[in-house]
DNA sequence: CCCGGAACCTGAAGGC
DNA sequence: TGCCTTCAGGTTCCGG
């Protein structure tokens, strides 16, 4: 499923072949992913554009074009960017395709059809509310303390709010809360200063392991060559239900909490 | 503002 | 073999 270190890797890998290129043409083997504008504007305002910027906030990503308008494209759940040759076709998950001057094309994967397009002025209708970027400067221990202080769902909930923080999905959350020791189903207000800044720390490490791993292919996510990436070889809890915890031997806990899948151990990450 | 649940989707995997 | 259920989960929308 693609978060952060995901997006972060579809970003740093198709750069090279597409920044700077023109764009050619556009093919929607499912026009449903376009969100908007109409789809006559879309092409019209796509077509002869060049790209040039490649960028992430969150887990958005944004083709900057030549004419100030941007790409916004989201993998959502199960989607891809592949980069190949043009002459290659439409697999049958292939939802869009780009095409630009250099014989490249981008290929949107998607197989479940939560993915979305849009061409738009700007980026700030999509990331104007969006919590700092977890790598960055804006996400201190400060910071984390003092947001967390009035929330009241469970941690992982709140760590999962992109409003809140930008990036993590479900993987990152259950790795980020057991390298930190803290249960998923903690509240907030009840975690020590000790915590949080484990917490802080944790969150930080767990998503430049994944960008260090080139991110985790679980199921549907690959990398822009069609490779997997290595990160999920790295987990110690996240889809590892029922397997021993890596530090104490405890079987993983699994729980839905708020409709996601939640691996845990109950021994290293007691609910106190 | 904050919370929790439903809806959007479809393929893979497991149970019987 | 085949049918049924569960699982995967990012975002938006809605009611409380």
Redesign the pocket.
């Known amino acids: 499923?693609?978060?952060l270190p995901e997006v972060e890797t579809t970003v740093r890998e198709t750069a090279p072949h597409i920044n700077g290129r023109r764009i050619t043409g556009v093919a929607l083997p499912?026009e449903?992913i376009v969100r908007e504008p109409a789809l006559a504007e879309f092409r019209s305002g796509l077509i002869g554009e060049t790209v040039t910027g490649i960028t992430r906030r969150?887990?958005?990503i944004f083709w900057h074009l030549s004419g100030g308008k941007v790409l916004n494209l989201?993998?959502?759940?199960?989607g891809s960017l592949l980069v190949k040759p043009s002459s290659a076709e439409a697999g049958?998950?292939t939802r869009a395709i780009f095409y630009f001057d250099n014989d490249t094309a981008i290929h949107f994967r998607d197989?479940?059809?939560?993915g979305?397009i849009r061409l738009l002025d700007g980026p700030e209708k999509?990331t104007g509310?969006l919590g700092p970027e977890p790598l960055e400067g804006g996400f201190t221990r400060k910071f984390l303390e003092r947001?967390l202080a009035?929330?009241?769902?469970?941690i992982k909930?709140?760590i999962?709010?992109?409003?809140?923080i930008?990036?993590?999905?479900?993987?990152?959350?259950?790795e980020a809360l057991f390298a930190a020791g803290i249960n998923p189903q903690r509240r907030?207000g009840s975690l020590t200063p000790e915590e949080v800044k484990r917490l802080h720390r944790a969150i930080r490490q767990v998503l430049r392991s994944g960008i260090e791993h080139m991110g985790a292919s679980?199921?549907?996510y690959f990398r822009p060559g069609g490779e997997a990436g290595f990160a999920h070889h790295h987990f110690k809890v996240?889809?590892r239900?029922g397997k021993p915890c890596p530090v104490c031997d405890t079987p993983l806990e699994?729980i839905?909490l708020?409709?996601?899948?939640?691996?845990f151990c109950p021994r290293c990450q007691p609910l106190k």
Not at 111 to 114: D, E, L, M, Q, V
Not at 160 to 164: E, G, K, R, V
């Open positions: 499923m693609p978060e499912w449903g969150g887990k958005y989201h993998l959502k759940m199960s049958k998950f197989p479940r059809k939560f979305v999509v509310r947001s009035r929330r009241k769902a469970p909930a709140v999962l709010d992109q409003n809140f930008a990036g993590i999905g479900s993987m990152y959350a259950d907030p679980t199921s549907t996240a889809h239900r699994y839905k708020r409709g996601r899948g939640t691996c």
